[in-house]
DNA sequence: AAAGATTGACCGCTCAATCTTT
DNA sequence: AAAGATTGAGCGGTCAATCTTT
């Protein structure tokens, strides 16, 4: 006997269509407003979403610093390949590499002066730009709803 | 005067956060469900997202077929270079090309036997994957809540 | 000239290999 | 041997240039 939790016949006929589907949804309304973020930032001759994303990782640290391991776990875009893209951020001036005293190993990645300029330059269009396209278009009660399932999926997930 | 519909102080001091706020949540939830996902799909040695999304696309098609800029518009992840992407799924037997007849210009992507075969083939992993990482984390009403919700805000964002 | 599609060049991502220190 | 980080190779995405047909 087949798995009672699986019906096969209206999977084969209703697959995780593009437009219909709550996952499928996810998908494209997460793809339609990535673009758009990343289109109006160029426009504005900002930097990519990334990099804003290791900008708010350091900064949220007390020291404005963290080790390369520590960053790679608090950022979620390119997790992987951190060196290289830590080396832009530090060619563009946006933060300085330090080695660790006490472990030779280390490295840690530094936010410098800069680097909190250019993130709180780009916060603005940023944010505009999450409430424009996102916020506005949800309930207060909604937020709140999607926010509660949101933390449930990613705590299941791992 | 500041415009009085952003506050900036708080702007500046609690930015799209990783960890906090529902758009950082959706960023956050969007990476890792889809990188758990390719990581499944390689695992059982099935082709990437994105082929499934190709696939799906023709298949809804009513001859199973569409011309390249029709294919365009219907494919949400990696909507360029689908040259190269139909030239892979070509090389793979999975679609063949078709020129028309009534416009020279014209060139139609056309699913094979081995395309639906093989989208049938990764529907179930892939239904099962969304199906524990997604949608078993919502209520009924939480699903119909955010739908309405997504498709408002696609539709926004146009 | 404009539409439809392909190609070339460049950049970014990913993974495995490497190097250093523990 | 294992942890921390960097480097090299290859693949995939992005944009502009090109080619053909209308």
Known sequence: ?????????????????????TWGLFLTVHAVLVSVIETRLKEARLPPLTWYDVLWALERAPTHKLRMFELAEEVVLS???LSRLVDKLEAAGLVSRERTEEDGRGAFAVLTRSGIAMRKKM?????????????????AQE???LQQALRRIRKAAG
Do not use: C
């Open 79 to 81: 997790r992987f390949n």
């Open 1 to 21: 006997m087949r798995d009672p939790t699986i019906n096969t016949q209206a999977i084969e006929t209703n697959p995780a269509a593009r437009p219909t589907g």
């Open 143 to 145: 937020e709140v709803i």
């Open 123 to 139: 916060w603005p269009l940023y944010y505009s730009a999450i409430d424009e396209l996102f916020l506005k278009h949800l309930t």
